[in-house]
């Protein structure tokens, strides 16, 4: 594994160094239940009562989402204990951008090593008919008593 492997699954946020290697299937299963339960605590919050009470629940959610996939204190470290909705959202689209842009480095490294062992599509066809075509002159000459027209 190289250096630029382990940084492409490194997520920088707020001085911390956060790794999610979203290629191995644990990670990724346990990602996808934390949007699950992010959805499900979203609903279930208490949209009428005061506002402050909402934010703190609002805040919740996502020091929770953090602390299920990096490990337990990871909100508080990310937040540093505060409770701000904007700061939430703004924590939270970077980390769905990392997360986009580790999927796509991820399905383009395995493309080009899948390129790297099969032919390409157009080289492979022009390799088929350049056979067929021999095959055909071959058959040819043997029906015509080896001889060329």
Do not use: H
């Not at 505060?82 to 939270?92: A, G, I, L, Q, Y």
């Not at 080009?112 to 080289?123: F, H, I, T, V, W």
Request: hydrophobic residues 30%.
């Amino acid at each position: 594994m190289s250096q630029n492997d382990k940084n492409e699954r490194i997520w920088k946020i707020n001085g911390l160094e956060l790794e999610l290697d979203l290629e191995d299937a644990d990670v990724f299963e346990k990602t996808m239940k934390t949007f699950e339960q992010m959805d499900e605590d979203g609903r279930n919050i208490d949209k009428t009562g005061k506002m402050p009470e909402f934010i703190k629940r609002y805040c919740e959610i996502y020091y929770n989402a953090f602390d299920r996939i990096f490990g337990e204190g990871t909100g508080e470290k990310i937040f540093s204990g505060k409770k701000n909705m904007r700061n939430c959202d703004e924590v939270w689209d970077s980390f769905l951008g990392f997360m986009q842009v580790a999927v796509k480095k991820a399905n383009a490294r395995r493309l080009q090593l899948s390129g790297k062992y099969m032919p390409n599509r157009d080289q492979n066809r022009d390799q088929n008919r350049e056979q067929r075509r021999k095959k055909r002159k071959k058959n040819f000459n043997t029906y015509n008593g080896g001889k060329n027209r």
